[in-house]
């Protein structure tokens, strides 16, 4: 729909046009449409109640052979819902999590996952103050690029303006220059050629090498690739309170994602069969993750006389909500679409489209 308004919010320009039906009218297009457009349950003939029940068992690993036997469903039904979903739940962590905020310590990891006939990988960032998710990718290859798109999304998460951010990875090399090369900004010189590029101030590097002697582990070999080992303690103190350098809270998130994607489970017999599926579920697990779970290390004290611990989710640690989400309220969340962009035509644009770009292009 190419409508003007389109991506805006509290213009005036939604009105009802059936209680009943619950559909409503755009006076700039005059386009009808459901309350359900731009959320998961848009155009579905089954109850919200019955797609919410599947979605949430899918979130959690039941198989979908279970969830054909209790519900009475068709297994592409079940697996339409969940691609449906994982949709939802992806343009959802577009809008409300990759937003500039001043993550403080993120720490990233791999996951290597058996598909048929071949090996994939999965790598995933997380904020350790908040323990939110803020990304993953999926690849086949586990080089340079592949990280390189992981610290990209974890950009698009940061600000600029932000006190210090503390990367804490493995050993794998490609960590140190996807960072120093992707948070890095052109300096304007108003001259002629390609602006030079200015790294982030107060961004650091450290890593957790565990080390092996006959396939027994010994310890852990702990580094400050960038940054002095005083700065370095300081933002883990900053961001987790006490501790060494570590790699402990993305293993944990590690350890929720294999519980959630039989896929990713160790010595399981089932696979991923393609890519595309593997990271829908990643999409779907990760949003419901942030939203609708609450992490026990994320209480905080209640108030004296209600209840002694106040529980929180990472949404709400990171200040992205003010409340636990539940999962029918994650599916039913609107998504605006895409800002309406002016048609590109020869010659100058008519008084019309001139009165359009000055009403809806701000």
Not at 157 to 186: H, N, P
Not at 215 to 235: L, Q, T, Y
Not at 313 to 331: N, S
Not at 346 to 353: D, E, F, I, L, N
């Amino acid at each position: 729909m190419n409508c003007p308004a389109r991506g805006k919010l509290l213009e005036g320009n939604i009105s009802v046009h059936s209680l009943k039906e619950r559909r409503y009218k755009c006076s700039v297009c005059q386009k009808r449409f459901a309350e359900t457009k731009g959320t998961a349950f848009y155009r579905l003939r089954h109850s919200q109640e019955i797609v919410t029940q599947v979605v949430t068992l899918l979130s959690f690993g039941c198989p979908t052979q279970a969830i054909v036997a209790a519900f009475g469903l068709d297994e592409r039904t079940v697996t339409s819902w969940q691609g449906r979903a994982s949709q939802h739940c992806q343009s959802l962590h577009q809008e409300l999590v990759s937003t500039p905020r001043d993550l403080g310590q993120v720490q990233m990891d791999e996951l290597r996952v058996r598909q048929q006939g071949r090996v994939v990988w999965m790598a995933l960032a997380l904020m350790v103050s908040t323990r939110l998710w803020l990304g993953g990718i999926v690849s086949d290859n586990r080089d340079c690029a592949f990280i390189t798109a992981l610290v990209e999304k974890v950009r698009a998460c940061a600000t600029a303006l932000c006190t210090g951010i503390l990367f804490c990875t493995d050993g794998f090399k490609a960590y140190i220059r996807a960072v120093r090369q992707v948070f890095r900004e052109s300096v304007p010189t108003g001259r002629a050629g390609r602006p030079r590029m200015q790294s982030w101030k107060r961004i650091f590097i450290a890593q957790a090498v565990k080390q092996y002697e006959a396939s027994r582990f010994v310890g852990i070999d702990r580094r400050v690739i960038e940054g002095s080992p005083a700065e370095v303690e300081a933002m883990i103190e900053r961001t987790q309170g006490k501790g060494v350098i570590n790699t402990a809270f993305i293993e944990r998130l590690n350890a929720t994602f294999r519980q959630c994607l039989t896929s990713l489970a160790r010595r399981g017999r089932a696979l991923a069969r393609h890519s595309k599926t593997l990271e829908a579920g990643m999409y779907l697990v990760g949003t419901i993750y942030n939203f609708c779970c609450e992490h026990k290390s994320l209480r905080i004290a209640g108030l004296i006389g209600g209840h002694k611990w106040l529980e929180r989710t990472p949404a709400m640690a990171a200040g992205i909500t003010d409340h636990r989400w539940t999962v029918r309220e994650l599916l039913s969340f609107h998504v605006a679409p895409p800002a309406w962009k002016p048609p590109k035509r020869r010659g100058r644009p008519s008084k019309a489209t001139k009165q359009l770009i000055a009403r809806w292009c701000q």
